[in-house]
């Protein structure tokens, strides 16, 4: 069956620093990505979407990297900062599924001071 | 705007007993989607409402049921709570379901003992 996973559980970086947390995927027919962050006791946030025509895309600080070869997604947080520390979950679409959003386990992310 | 709300925020049921989860967004959004999050989990689809009156079900639809009352209301029923039903139940709701983030409520936090 489909499922989106990833790589890493936890994921502790220095302030300062770059992060990157990793996601895979295994519906080569998804065609819509968005990664999402959580703070304790809050729902999901919206970080940063990307459509499966596009292989990057940028915002403010952070980059989403999407490579169908391999059916792996990434997000790239820059300069991570103490407000960073989340948990990050990828969930991906399917057109054809009729808007199913289905999400990864998450990956929780430390910033040391 | 409030964008999705849930009621209540917290909930303590003994097993076999019966209640309804409500949301309501205020976004004029087709979609709306109810989750569970177990502990240190990701977030797991229960059933979801592409538009108005369907609903499909998701990953988990196992011991719920839903009614999307309107264009606003989609409500997640449990007939007969189980300890298995403790977690934090999320709504989202999404202005299509094709290619655009979902918007989540802050959670129920349900407690079956």
């Known amino acids: 069956g489909e499922s989106v996973g990833l790589h890493l559980p936890t994921l502790s970086v220095q302030e300062g620093d770059n992060s990157i947390i990793n996601c895979a995927y295994s519906?080569?027919?998804?065609?819509?990505f968005i990664w999402y962050k959580q703070e304790s006791g809050k729902g999901p946030q919206f970080i940063i979407d990307i459509r499966s025509n596009m292989d990057k895309r940028q915002g403010q600080r952070v980059t989403v990297l999407l490579n169908k070869t391999v059916k792996h997604l990434s997000l790239q947080i820059a300069a991570t900062q103490p407000g960073d520390s989340a948990v990050y979950f990828c969930?991906?679409?399917?057109?054809?599924?009729?808007?199913?959003?289905?999400f990864g386990q998450g990956t929780e992310l430390s910033v040391k001071p | 705007n409030a964008g999705v709300t849930q009621t209540p925020k917290f909930q303590v049921l003994k097993t076999g007993q019966s209640m309804t989860l409500q949301c309501a967004q205020d976004m004029n959004h087709n979609s709306m989607y109810w989750y569970r999050q177990d502990p240190g989990m990701g977030l797991r689809l229960i059933y979801y409402s592409a538009s108005e009156g369907t609903t499909d079900k998701g990953e988990v639809p196992n011991g719920y049921n839903v009614s999307r009352l309107n264009k606003r209301e989609f409500s997640l029923r449990l007939e007969s709570a189980a300890p298995s039903q403790t977690s934090v139940y999320f709504c989202a709701s999404r202005r299509q379901s094709l290619n655009t983030e979902a918007f989540f409520g802050q959670g129920t936090r349900l407690t079956v003992v």
């Open positions: 969930a991906e679409n399917n057109y054809n599924q009729g808007g199913k959003l289905i």
């Open positions: 519906n080569s027919a998804s065609d819509y």
